[in-house]
């Protein structure tokens, strides 16, 4: 079984940490102490899923206090930094950047504006590969720098990123996990049907008997222009959607695809429905070959400010979580083939050789790179510069911007096989990170 935290709409706002204007303080600490206390008859969490909506403004000093709280995450609940995946929300635009008559706010206007889905496809790829003067993604700077972290930037060339999870299901097949950028036109002129996702973002989904697709998208299918396409995609090749936006948590099973529109963990604090509210997913296989389903289990936790306690949202039936089965298509796991690569600390070796039998080319690094990268954002900027500096992956004369500098280092230290040097230099600074065996090592 999998387990994963599932958070949304946190709406971190800029506002002093542990003063007494920090209202939201009294209900983050019992979100913490509940999630140590595992409600979902016990179970450790393997992953942390966050679907948009981190900050409130798209400030960087909100996703600093973002970064500060999730290491709190980390420690209750016991989840790993790498296995941690993320998508923006229309909160984490910077609408600073996005004003009415501006350019950004009028590429906006135009995609909104164009009713042939052919014309509008094609007006997104110039905006985002001919246009200069104007960069569609640059009110988001300040997410990607925070996402970045987790290697789910969205980027002009890759807007969607896709991440197989290091665990596997129970019967050995694979979660393949999908992360949709639906804040691409997103300002404050924001209206059901009037956001965008485009075919850029799903051109790449593929069947594969071997893995189960599960998708992380902020606004759900009804306030996309592309609603119809997106709806197919969700029919013809994904089992679990997890959307937010709405604040109000439902759940749902439409052409064996589970659906879960999520709670705000911090619902504007005038909401006439305030509900602040988290859910825990679970992911398992039944049955064999032609008979395999995925069972999807829902707990839903929200706030009873009566004593600052949060509960169970009970399901229909009285139970303390909603289930959904999927049916899969037929599998039977195949025959374990070695694999150059090493083992990876967590991933089984039978693991590692599924992955590389069913892994499509466009597949992304392995987990180990994954770890390293997540624990190397984790540092601070000054450290980072020292170690780069250091093993001479930043060099004199590299003019390129923040985000490139990080990219460009993890370039050249696989290009010039220096990753076991960079997981050492982490390691000697990160004690955590010291007690797990350097991968690349030997590579």
Known sequence: MITFLHLSDIHFRNREGGSQFDLDAQLRRPLL?????????????????????????????????????????????????????????????NREMVVPGGAIWNNHAALRKEKDKILRQQLLQTQLTRDPACNPLASLEAYNEFAQGYECRTEKEKLAWVEIFPKPLNDGSILRLHGLNSALNSNAGDEIANLYVAPFQTQHFCRDNSITDMVLCHHPPRWLLDMMEIEGVLKSYVRVALFGHEHTHRSQIVNHTVQLFAGAVHPAARDPDWLPTYHILQLQVEGTGKNRRLVVRIYSREFRSLDHVFV????????????????????????????????????????????????????????????????????????????????????????????????????????????????????????????????????
């Open 33 to 93: 102490d509940d999630i140590k206390s595992r409600p979902a008859e016990g179970a450790d969490y393997d992953g942390l899923l966050i679907t948009g909506d981190i900050a409130f403004g798209g400030k960087k000093a909100e996703y600093e206090r973002a970064k500060t709280w999730l290491e709190e995450i980390y420690v209750q609940a016991g989840v790993l930094p790498e296995h941690t995946y993320v998508v923006p929300g229309n909160h984490d635009v």
């Open 312 to 443: 169970p949202r009970m399901a229909e039936n009285g139970a303390k979580f909603e289930e959904y089965k999927a049916d899969l298509p037929e599998w039977y796991p195949p025959m374990a083939i070695p694999v150059a690569s090493p083992t990876v600390s967590g991933v089984s070796s039978a693991t590692a050789n599924m992955t590389a039998i069913s892994q499509p080319p466009s597949a992304p690094p392995p987990a180990a790179f994954r770890e390293l990268l997540v624990h190397f954002h984790r540092l601070s900027t000054p450290v980072r510069y020292t170690i780069a500096t250091k093993l001479e992956l930043l060099r004199d004369g590299d003019d390129v911007p923040p985000q490139q500098q990080w990219d460009l280092v993890f370039q050249r230290a696989r290009l010039e096989n220096r990753l076991a040097d960079l997981w050492k230099e982490i390691a000697s600074i990160d004690a955590s990170f010291a007690k797990r065996p350097n991968p690349f090592a030997q590579s």
